[in-house]
């Protein structure tokens, strides 16, 4: 059976707000942060070295990344829905978005978080950071438009991706001044199988 490994409060409630979405069946292992560092706990480095949720297992297959995990689900398990094939006009979009949303649009949000325990010493860092997030938070608003879901008129793997950045950022009230964000998120918020995936996976606050 497909096992997901799962941090509270993490990227990884992507991957059990996936699997409800595909139907699949799965079991969830939890971990627990620690309460003082907020780090992953020791159980997690015994499922991979690098000891970072999500992990998925699925029979000889483990993944370690969300992109992938979530793009291996749908491929696997619901095929022809929630990804474009690979020679579909919609794939380098498709891809180009998966890559983005970990590889650029995360990390100025990460950089905050860690900036932000130094307290004033880091303040020198926060105008450029704060206008970083703003840059990706623009772009990804005017890539979703007045669409549905990322990627047009049907929910696909981006939004399981994307959607836990806005809810970081709406932690911090940062969705306030962009409309159809904060609507995006609602809506995929009242998914039957985003609420699921919130009560399967167990407490989920991000933002401290
Ligand atoms: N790019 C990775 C990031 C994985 C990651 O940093 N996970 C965080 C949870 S949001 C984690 O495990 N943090 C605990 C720690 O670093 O100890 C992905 O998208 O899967």
């Given at each position: 059976m497909i096992k997901i490994h799962h941090l509270n409060n993490s990227r990884s409630q992507r991957i059990v707000w996936t699997l409800e979405e595909i139907g699949a069946d799965y079991e969830i292992v939890h971990h627990t942060r620690d309460t003082e560092t907020g780090l992953a706990p020791e159980s997690l480095l015994k499922v991979h070295p690098l000891g970072k949720a999500p992990v998925l297992e699925d029979n000889d297959v483990t993944i370690a990344e969300s992109a992938a995990a979530i793009d291996y689900l749908v491929r696997t398990y619901?095929?022809?829905?929630f990804a474009p094939d690979y020679d579909s006009p919609n794939y380098l979009k498709y891809n180009e978005l998966m890559h983005y949303i970990e590889g650029s649009a995360m990390l100025p949000l990460i950089l905050n978080l860690y900036v932000g325990r130094l307290g004033e010493a880091g303040a020198p860092l926060a105008p450029r950071i704060t206008s970083e997030i703003g840059l990706h938070l623009g772009y990804l608003a005017r890539t979703l438009g007045e669409q549905e879901f990322f990627m047009g008129s049907e929910i696909s793997a981006v939004d399981f991706h994307a959607t836990f950045i806005f809810e970081a950022v709406n932690a911090g009230g940062g969705l306030a001044q962009i409309p159809n964000l904060a609507a995006y998120l609602e809506r995929m918020e009242n998914r039957p199988a985003y609420k699921r995936a919130i009560k399967r996976g167990g407490a989920y606050k991000l933002g401290g």
């Open positions: 619901a095929p022809g829905k």
